[in-house]
């Protein structure tokens, strides 16, 4: 569904990644991992194409990936919507089917209809008409999720979906990516910084970093030595109770402290999970 | 008789009201237009927080209007034209909020002082000056009748084709550029639009009180509904309202429109604002019940 050979992006001299070599087929889960500034936001854009690569290719269902946006169902960044967009709930859902169409809307009764639907589908109907400003980040992000699904997509490409969110409304919003890939065998491709709400479900991860990357089962790739390599530093990958923890994988070029009581162990535990001490 | 009964008379005075009426028949029309697309463009104002850029065109079209009275052609066509240049101007070098903040602050000075220029070398009547920066009812004659109201169906047939990706594209730009909305080039179609509806907004309230037309009846709207179908209906139901009754009040009386317009748009948006922190309130209530996960 995605197809990435020999891709590269860099921003004048900064490389960002390169040499890319990536298949996403139907219903995979792949996570995208990495620290800030590893390129995961770049790597969401260039598969929206608004990004272009700097070398290689990259086609999504077999086209250019512009070509290709009407297939995917893209869940932004919480902080995407505008502080003074006057939406309900329902009309967010509304944009997902028809909103990029110029000209009056026709046929309202079947898009009404869809859009219950919708609403229905990712329990968000107790809140349709609540407008969006005043919605908790968990309902909000079901509202997403369901604009996302309303173009029918064949693939679901989540930017951090979970930021901000509580343990309880994380595993709703997985869970309803989860049944969605099942259900219509849809292709996830999912940019996150905590594995841990995912583990169970993800097939494959691609874990970027300043120094390359690495693809393949999160067995495979959260290892000590896979990491340990690819950091070019020592990281150790710890598993507790079914969860994985990364200690010493150095986040961000290392910044210099501007205030004393900001200095960082540079060894401080980087917890790929949301809880932070 | 007291001093305070003097200044109403002069305020008020409603003898030979229809004959006043049927004078201003031009203008009720003229309103009728400019509250319609006033209210709808209004809207977008505010959702993609503009009232700064309207303000800067309204002065560059100033210019442009006064100008046009300096060498005796079609004011109206003047107004449009300082308009379209700024409004592009603003489109073209203010992509970013914070870019284009700073464009319209340089932008609208030197609009103003322009047409300040404009209006000092001009001869003709003072009324005529004023009537430009804080709006005039009888200066709509035919020829200006006609085109306003054909200006005022370009922006109407413009903003009901673009309704739909431009709110999806203010509100929602980032899934918006991911659905392939062109975003960048509505956002320049929709200032050019923005362009026309404050010049003919100035035809009326003068380019000082434009906002009162553009943003107010909007913004009192969006304190009262979040429907996509209501809030239009609103902010043009409030503008026609405030322009109208300001017609009407304005014609009883010795000063010009837009204190009449200004208080009845103000008073419609207080109004909203305290209905609003009600239904907010409401809303409140259902968010601090626990809910199940």
Known sequence: ?277 | MTLADGIWHQIFSFDNYGELLALVRNSLIAGAALGLIGGLAGVFVIMRDLPFAVHGISELSFAGASAALLLETNVVVGSIAGSLLAAGTIGVLGVRARDRNSVIGILMPFGLGLGVLFLALYKGRAANKFGLLTGQIVAVDTPQTTWLLGTSAVVLIALMAMWRPLTFASSDPDVAEARGVPVRALSFAFMLTLGLAVALSIQVVGALLVLSLLVTPAAAAARVTASPVLLPLLSVVFAVASIEGGILLALGSSIPISPYVTTISFTIYAACRLAGSYRTRRWGARRSTPQPA
């Not at chain 1, 040499?19 to 800030?36: I, K």
């Not at chain 1, 079947?110 to 968000?124: H, K, N, Q």
Request: charged content about 25%; aromatic content about 4%.
């Open chain 1, 1 to 277: 569904m995605i197809s990435l050979r020999g891709a590269a992006l860099s921003y004048g001299p900064r490389v960002v990644w390169r040499d890319l070599e990536l298949d996403v087929r139907a219903r995979e889960f792949l996570a995208v991992l990495g620290p800030n500034g590893s390129g995961k936001t770049s790597f969401v854009k260039a598969l929206l194409g608004r990004q272009q690569l700097s070398a290689g290719t990259l086609t999504v269902l077999g086209r250019p990936p512009r070509e290709a946006s009407r297939h995917i169902g893209y869940v932004p960044q919480q902080a995407a919507l505008s502080a003074h967009a006057m939406l309900r709930a329902r009309d967010l859902v509304r944009f997902g089917i028809d909103g990029h169409r110029f000209g009056l809307r026709l046929r309202t009764a079947a898009v009404r209809r869809r859009v219950d639907e919708i609403l229905e589908s990712v329990g968000a109907s107790g809140y349709a008409d609540v407008p969006i400003n005043l919605l908790s980040g968990g309902e909000r992000q079901r509202v997403r999720i369901g604009q996302a699904l309303a173009t029918d997509p064949r693939i679901l490409l989540c930017d951090e979906p979970l930021l901000s969110l509580d343990l309880n409304h994380q595993r709703a919003v997985t869970e309803l990516v989860d049944a969605r890939r099942r259900s219509h065998r849809t292709a996830v491709v999912f940019v996150t910084h905590e594995i841990n709400p995912v583990l169970g479900l993800v097939d494959r991860v691609l874990y970027l970093a300043p120094g390359g990357y690495r693809v393949g089962t999160p067995e495979e790739v959260l290892t000590s030595e896979s990491l340990s390599q690819l950091y070019g530093t020592q990281v150790d990958v710890v598993r507790v109770h079914g969860r994985v923890v990364v200690v010493g994988a150095p986040d961000e070029p290392a910044v210099e402290p501007h205030h004393p009581h900001e200095t960082r162990d540079p060894l401080e535990v980087h917890e790929i999970d949301g809880a932070r001490p």
